[in-house]
């Protein structure tokens, strides 16, 4: 599974970013070999940049939200079909 590691120190760090509340809201920048925290950002977008910056364009990093609890996401596949015609190839 991709970015296994990475998420396994983030279940395991999150109790401490969550006990200081300045932290809940950030994103938490997790990489390296082995990975580890390597900071907590404001903004998603901070977040991302640092990890390229950090680490690369080819190495595995997780920028990941500090929040108590996440929201699942739903998705459905029960579309309704789209007024626009779609161009035919």
């Not at 920048?29 to 950090?54: C, F, K, M």
């Not at 108590?68 to 035919?88: C, G, H, M, Q």
């Amino acid at each position: 599974m991709a970015l296994e590691r990475e998420m396994e120190v983030f279940r395991r760090e999150l109790p401490a970013l969550l006990a200081d509340p300045t932290n809940i809201g950030r994103t938490v920048l997790i990489g390296g070999d082995p990975p580890a925290v390597a900071g907590v950002n404001l903004a998603e977008e901070d977040a991302l940049a640092a990890g390229y910056e950090r680490f690369g364009l080819w190495a595995a990093f997780l920028v990941k939200q500090i929040v108590p609890n996440e929201a699942p996401k739903y998705f459905s596949r029960n579309l309704r079909r789209s007024t626009v015609a779609l161009a035919s190839s």
